[in-house]
């Protein structure tokens, strides 16, 4: 169970800080009371529930929220908010540099449903397979989401699979859009990080217009630019190299160039049909930094190589990306039935070219670009729900009664780059991906879902949830969900769920194949690099290595939450929770040597040093606690609104499951998942996160601050002496802000006081000098950012 520490911890700052509300009132009080705190539709089908009247815990984060993070991006900003939310921002890992991945509640960033507008989001193409956060995920890319085009955020931070169906098993992010055509604005952002690079340029609007008087359209657009930021050290490497004691390496914020849009539009067929429909395009490109090749030990072996780079070479990966989403649907209300018909598509694109590298294998007459190849994924929806009220004999309020049905396509696709760049070993930093590697694989899935909830006496409200799932490639799968809150006055209520959920195995995760140099920990700070094959699991010589068909996750997850409303503003949740996960899908280690080589070379597949695959073989728990509150105060002349948030989160593996049996006939021993990825799974987040924010209103000015606390992470090695542990560390966040008429003029900067993580040991390590921070860092590792922002609202 928890930590006496994390709960004592929890209690002082249930009893010091604070979360949203503007009510204090019960939704089982007076009926007759109007309510004030914000109504939620997510993780409900009522139309009247609120954040404290809400069965599951839930966050709703305002557009002035997100601002006052100072943030270029969403996930940045939700870092900065949640305290269960957390986003590294790792460098030298290939495309997760391009699309980085965040997480909830310490799982799997494939493990939270994201949606848009309540219509679920595609993940995205890229498979992140390097030693990262998400390792083995392809997560929704919440960054392509423009910040200004975002009215709001609701953050259900519970299972919720019988609900919404796979994926959201640590919870779920509706991202609800601006809509109408009264209000608008125009914004211009300027930053730089405290060394002078990471420079960014920012600038964005919104607006909306009248369709006749039955409708509306409101559109948004965003531009950003950000250059690199670089805390690489000097290259130690080769004494006798040119490039000794320079800095060769490019480690931090890669070059980032974006343009984002979104419509949202809405028209009243009849007085009982809505018609509506929303659209999200981002184009993202960067260009990000592999390792730097020095030729100084191949000079005679490859001198098309040494003349073309005579002080070795830095190769650059070049991502282009798009993600697009279109949502078209119709609703309203027929014979006391409410419902919502819609059509959903959307996808996500990602194309790799490399420049400044080379194919040994070509040489002396290799190109220094290549085209790597393309992932492109598709996702299409239908979805038709319906909900109504009853009156109930006994119940004190009406049961709502929802149902629906929806089917989904599934498509994803790997397209083969050009010749030269996987001839032989192929092109340094990644090589092409080959023609076995093409293809495309889609499924089919069907589910249909019933949703029960009501007020059943004056205190106590009740809610059950079921939902059955149909996939064509693996079978059919079965949630549910019981929740209740009880409400012992107006002041305090108790609310707790029980649930059952799953997540199906992405093609993605079935389906990936790929060949790539990896750079691995053998410990103590070595970096060996090995030529890795990531297989398919259907893969014969996958297969002969210990893979099996993918299945499932199973999840089972329980939370109680205490909620405090009194008369004085305070609003203040404390929620504890259990996530337990059976066969949860792991990329496995990378299974090297020259027993996994030379039968890798016996099978057909030559120059390659290390295989992976995916694999259902983990069984984890995941324990903690979540605190949030707020608490406004009306002072004379000024207002005062303070905000606190803490998490603590422990995940343990309860079980691996034990190499299969085919792993013998390849007369192999190995360790399918390794220290690495246990460390990864168990201790590569901070157990604990903490915040206190304070936002101080005074006649046209606003002044915002925020310490945040992130404990202390663990990163584990092939072997224990490599293991490093990161101490805590404080972040301090301020700005200000003068309003002047519509205009707002605003100055911040995010970790002022220039906090980095502990460098990595041990310095005697040549690469632990030339990469000197965590990639794993919860807060990244570029240092104190400054901004200044002018923008004007009507």
């Known amino acids: 169970m928890l930590t006496r520490t994390a709960l004592a911890a929890a209690t002082l ?53 997100l601002q006052n993070t100072g943030a270029p991006n969403l996930a940045s900003a939700l870092r900065t908010l949640l305290p269960s939310f957390n986003f590294p921002q790792p460098s030298v890992t290939d495309a997760t540099d391009a699309t980085q991945p965040a997480q909830l509640r310490g799982l799997a960033p494939d493990h939270t449903l ?33 910040v200004n085009a975002i009215d709001h955020v609701e953050v259900l931070r519970d299972g919720a699979a019988a609900q919404y169906g796979s994926d959201a098993i ?10 109408g055509a009264e209000h608008g604005s125009v914004s211009l952002t300027g930053g730089r990080y405290d060394t002078g690079d990471g420079k960014t340029w920012q600038g964005g609007a919104d607006g909306g217009f009248k369709l006749g008087d039955k409708g509306w359209v409101h559109l948004s657009a965003n531009v950003t630019h950000q250059d690199p930021t670089n805390r690489a050290g000097p290259d130690q490497r080769y004494p006798a190299d040119p490039t000794y004691n320079t800095v060769t390496f490019h480690y931090g914020l890669p070059l980032t160039r974006s343009k984002q849009a979104a419509i949202n539009a809405q028209y009243d067929l009849t007085p009982n049909a809505q018609l509506y429909a929303f659209t999200l395009f981002n184009k993202r490109n960067v260009s990000a930094g592999g390792f730097f090749r020095s030729l100084s030990t191949y000079d005679t072996k490859y001198p098309g190589a040494l003349a073309q780079y005579p002080s070795g070479y830095l190769p650059i990966e070049n991502s282009a990306i798009r993600d697009d989403s279109e949502v078209l649907g119709v609703r309203g209300k027929v014979a006391g039935w409410n ?41 299409d929806a239908f979805n038709s729900d319906f909900s109504r009220d009853f009156d109930v004999s006994g119940l004190q309020s009406p049961l709502t009664v929802a149902w629906g049905l929806e089917y989904r396509h599934e498509k994803f696709t790997i397209k083969q780059g050009d010749a030269a760049s996987y001839a032989g070993a192929g092109a340094q930093v990644f090589p092409g991906y080959q023609p076995g590697d093409a293809g495309t694989h889609g499924r089919n899935s069907h589910a249909v879902y019933v949703d029960l909830e009501s007020d059943l006496t004056y205190k106590f409200s009740a ?67 090995y030529t890795i094959r990531t297989f398919p699991v259907s893969d014969p010589a996958a297969q002969a290595l210990g893979a099996q068909n993918l299945k499932p996750e199973k999840s089972r997850n329980y939370s109680l939450g205490l909620v405090l409303t009194p008369s004085s503003g305070l609003y203040t949740t404390l929620d504890l929770y259990q996530i337990d996960i059976d066969h949860r899908i792991i990329l496995s280690g990378n299974l090297v040597g020259s ?31 979540d605190l949030v509150s707020t608490y406004p105060i009306e002072l004379q002349n000024s207002s005062l609104k303070l905000t606190g948030g803490f998490n603590y989160n422990k995940t343990t593996i309860r079980n691996i499951a034990p190499n299969p049996p085919q792993l013998g006939l390849a007369g192999l021993t190995l360790q399918i998942i390794d220290r690495a990825e246990q460390g990864r799974i168990t201790k590569g987040t901070p157990k604990t996160k903490a915040f206190v924010a304070g936002d101080w209103s005074v006649n046209n000015w606003s002044f915002h601050g925020q310490l945040t606390r992130y404990g202390e992470w663990t990163t584990f090695a092939t072997v224990p002496s490599g293991d490093q542990t990161f101490g805590s560390t404080f972040l301090l966040d301020l700005s200000a802000s003068y309003n002047w008429n519509d205009w707002t003029f605003s100055v911040g900067g995010n970790n002022v006081t220039n906090e980095y993580p502990d460098k990595n040991q041990p310095r005697t390590s040549a690469f632990n000098i030339i990469l000197p921070y965590p990639n794993s860092s919860p807060y990244g590792f570029s240092g104190a950012y400054y901004y200044a922002t002018v923008a004007y609202h009507w």
């Not at 420049?355 to 290549?370: I, K, M, R, V």
């Not at 149909?470 to 009880?486: L, M």
């Open 114 to 146: 994201v949606l848009i507008n309540g219509k679920r989001q595609h993940p995205t193409a890229i498979v992140n397979v390097n030693g990262s956060l998400g390792r083995g995920s392809s997560p929704v890319d919440i960054n392509a989401i423009p």
């Open 339 to 379: 419902y919502d018909l819609s059509a959903n598509t959307g996808g996500n694109h990602w194309k790799l070219n490399t420049a400044d590298t080379y194919n040994y294998s070509l040489d002396p007459t290799s190109p220094t670009g290549f085209y790597i190849g393309t992932l492109t994924n598709r996702q």
């Open 13 to 65: 700052l249930a009893l010091s800080q604070a979360a949203t509300a503007q009510d204090a009132a019960a939704k089982q009080g007076d009926k007759k009371t109007t309510q004030l705190q914000t109504v939620v539709v997510t993780g409900t089908r009522s139309f009247d529930r609120t954040e404290s009247t809400s069965l599951a815990p839930i966050d709703v984060l305002t557009p002035q929220d």
């Open 463 to 529: 809610g059950l949830a079921a939902r059955y799932e149909h996939y064509s490639d693996f079978g059919s799968t079965t949630s549910a969900k019981a929740s209740g809150r009880y409400a012992f006055n107006d002041t305090v209520a108790l609310r707790g769920t029980v649930s059952n959920g799953f997540r199906a195995p992405s093609l993605q995760q079935e389906y990936y194949s790929s060949t790539a140099i990896n750079f691995v920990n053998t410990g103590n700070g070595v970096l060996v690099p």
């Open 595 to 625: 027993a996994v080589q030379n039968y890798l070379t016996s099978v057909g597949i030559p120059f390659v040093s290390g295989g992976r695959f995916f694999t259902n073989a983990v069984d984890t728990r995941t324990r903690g606690v």
């Open 170 to 179: 640590a919870g779920v992010i509706n991202i609800i859009l601006k809509g």
